[in-house]
């Protein structure tokens, strides 16, 4: 199939180059030229502007919009519309309010198009891993880019199938869903993130402790020096606490045990306030959540080795280099550690 990528970075040219490499003809357009010209090179055609990108494409268009959430996604979907032709679809595959995404897709819908909310987990090891995808949208326009999902989606892989899946959804099973209508998609996306807080959250407190066995504070004889990167190492053999986020710790320990390369300055993106949000809005307790939002709050003044771990787990799925660092970012060694040390596709 041909699809339309705007927004070329870390997530958006990856998205391009893994469905080029599964056949896909794939028009790109980027504000900078450099990831236009890049991905011109690996067999994209690079349009210089969205008029552009949009004459390259045969009906039904489809195009991704690949953005940060706010003001540039909306005035991007505003010049598409005047653009694009009935029976065309737009996708949002950033992390956009869901809220957003109910009004946009009714306003469209008005004129002729189809739109399509896609929550995109996966970060920069999509190209090799594959994105989880959590898509919202009107059925019949999610059927047709069926071919597109799925070649982003990681596939079963080496998981094990879960016992009592027959005659349920096998798309879930290849990694990515049509989960509702208009905003469903990135509903869903926004509370896995908001878990993520929480999941974030307590293996860095965990680790926290774990440091400070050794304190002064304690009677000598209670003192122990722990291995970080041992015990994250055996703790992703066979644990129960075993997970993506532990790998991805412990490739970070093992290259800089005391993480000193990491401020512990930590943002939030949005979708764990909009998450606190919804459980206001439905009256469900939060408790892990919510108190894992406000420790990022709280380590933009304050930092301590948990919030260097959580800085740490941030660079290793998504490549962000928090701000206030001791150093202005983690250095090569460690960002070459953290490629070469890609978990295997699932």
């Known amino acids: 199939m ?3 990528i705007i927004g070329l970075g870390r997530m958006g040219a990856n998205i391009a180059r893994r469905l080029m490499k599964a056949g896909h003809q794939t028009v790109v357009f980027d504000i900078n030229a450099a990831p236009r010209d890049a991905l011109a090179k690996d067999g994209a055609a690079a349009a210089t502007s969205l008029a552009e990108l949009v004459q390259k494409l045969e009906a039904p268009r489809a195009v991704w919009v690949m953005l940060p959430a706010g003001s540039i996604t909306q005035s991007t979907i505003d010049k598409l519309a005047t653009l694009l032709s009935p029976g065309d679809t737009i996708i949002d595959g950033g992390n956009t309010y869901y809220k957003d995404d109910i009004r946009r897709a009714k306003v469209l819908a008005e004129a002729g198009f189809h739109y399509i909310d896609v929550g995109t987990s996966g970060g920069v090891w999509g190209l090799e891993r594959g994105y989880c995808m959590m898509i919202g949208g009107p059925k019949e326009a999610v059927d047709r880019l069926d071919p597109i999902f799925s070649t982003l989606a990681p596939g079963i892989g080496t998981i094990p199938r879960t016992p009592g899946r027959d005659g349920h959804d096998p798309r879930a099973e ?3 869903i049509h989960a509702g209508p208009s905003g469903a998609g990135h509903f869903v996306k926004m509370i896995h993130n908001g878990i993520e807080y929480g999941m974030m959250q307590a293996y860095a407190e965990g680790f926290d402790i774990l440091k400070n066995k050794m304190s002064t504070d ?7 020096t722990l291995n970080m990167a041992d015990i994250s190492e055996v703790w992703r053999r066979g644990s129960v606490v075993s997970s993506w ?4 710790s412990a490739i970070a320990l093992a290259k800089d045990p005391g993480l000193d390369n990491f401020s512990g300055f930590v943002q939030d993106s949005g979708e764990g306030r909009w998450t606190v949000e919804a459980a206001i809005e439905e009256a469900v307790p939060v408790d892990v959540l919510a108190t894992a939002l406000f420790t990022r709050f709280r380590s933009r003044q ?3 080795f948990a919030e260097k771990m959580l800085s740490a787990m941030r660079f290793g ?4 280099v928090e701000g206030h660092a001791s150093a202005d970012s983690p250095p090569a060694t460690l960002v070459a550690a953290v490629a070469a040390g890609a978990p295997a596709k699932e």
């Open 317 to 320: 799925f998504g490549g962000h």
């Open 174 to 176: 290849q990694g990515y």
């Open 218 to 224: 304690l009677p000598a004889d209670e003192r122990f």
């Open 2 to 4: 041909q699809l339309g």
């Open 302 to 304: 304050d930092h301590n």
């Open 245 to 248: 986020l532990l790998d991805l």
